[in-house]
């Protein structure tokens, strides 16, 4: 965090703001709703929910006493004193990156194994790896897509540094990164017959979201449900889904354009939420490593009121 004092001034629409210090993970949600135009745009490229966006805002505009943002339609546009404090934010944050790239750029070199599951590859993990290339750029990284138990099997083996996964690891240091809804998903063109057999669209042993889905039905006393397609990667379960062949049950992660959310008024029962962590190996780590994780926990954890 870097400390920023307002200097009185009459023609200063933040006059009346007393000097105090701002938050500058804040000031970064700022200015990426004011690059996106949306809280859920700015989320995505954050790596948070929308929740947490609108509440980290809302912690922003007590802070200061003044509104930020007025609502238009469905959305929200910033006011004049919001536009104003991103005009100083963009500054802020620049030279807070500047600062942390120069002192980090001279220690920082090495090369680090990273994991993620494949249906965290297009949101978690992208903002990860170019927080990485922006603060430490001497950093080599190797990137490992895989199942998330494959990946701490590979963690434990030592062929993988950090990974982001699914499991709990309690022998291993991590921290929480995002915490997902859990639900139904069929292709944006399904036919949902309830009076029919469930075709369910599970990945092989061993699979978390196959054990939710299971134990979810069972709970449910759910019976009238069969395993239509079975396939050892994410990739074939995507392609079954489109294609159409039945319902899977995954975190909203998993989802694209080209599919939809069933739920309870198909009498489908609730799923838990799944939580994504990034977990670092205990031991042998380089200092470079450790650095890097360290780096990605002060920018992505996942505080308590940031779950939905």
Same mark, same amino acid.
């Given at each position: +965090?870097?400390?920023?004092?307002?200097?009185?001034? %009459?023609?200063?629409?933040?006059?009346?703001?007393? +000097?105090?210090?701002?938050?500058?993970?804040?000031? %970064?949600?700022?200015?990426?709703?004011?690059?996106t135009n949306t809280f859920s745009g700015a989320a995505h490229i954050l790596s948070k929910t929308q929740s947490a966006v609108t509440q980290q805002m809302q912690r922003l505009e007590e802070q200061l006493g003044c509104t930020l943002f007025l609502k238009k339609g469905r959305g929200r546009i910033l006011t004049p004193r919001g536009r104003q404090l991103a005009e100083h934010a963009r500054r802020l944050l620049a030279i807070n990156d500047e600062a942390l790239r120069a002192l980090r750029e001279t220690q920082m070199e090495g090369e680090i194994r990273f994991g993620a599951p494949l249906d965290v590859a297009d949101t978690i993990l992208p903002p990860m790896l170019t927080h990485i290339a922006q603060l430490a750029p001497k950093v080599r990284l190797e990137i490992r897509v895989d199942r998330s138990p494959f990946l701490m099997e590979a963690m434990a083996a030592g062929e993988i540094d950090l990974s982001i996964s699914t499991r709990v690891a309690p022998d291993m240091r991590g921290f929480a990164v995002r915490t997902s809804p859990t639900v139904w998903i069929c292709a944006a063109g399904y036919v949902y017959k309830k009076s029919a057999p469930l075709p369910l669209i599970l990945a092989d042993e061993p699979s978390i979201f196959r054990k939710i889905a299971l134990d979810a039905l069972e709970r449910a006393n759910h019976k009238n449900w069969h395993i239509n397609y079975l396939a050892p990667t994410l990739v074939g379960i995507k392609a079954a889904v489109r294609a159409g062949l039945g319902i899977t049950a995954r975190s909203t992660e998993f989802l694209g354009a080209d599919m939809r959310v069933l739920g309870e008024a198909e009498g489908l029962p609730p799923l838990p939420p799944m939580t994504y962590w990034l977990w670092a190996r205990s031991d042998a780590l380089s200092p470079v490593t450790m650095q890097v994780y360290d780096m990605l926990k002060e920018r992505f954890e996942q505080k308590p009121t940031e779950t939905k």
């Open positions: +965090m870097i400390y920023y004092e307002m200097a009185p001034s %009459r023609s200063a629409d933040l006059r009346d703001i007393p +000097m105090q210090n701002l938050d500058t993970t804040l000031l %970064r949600t700022l200015v990426t709703i004011e690059r």
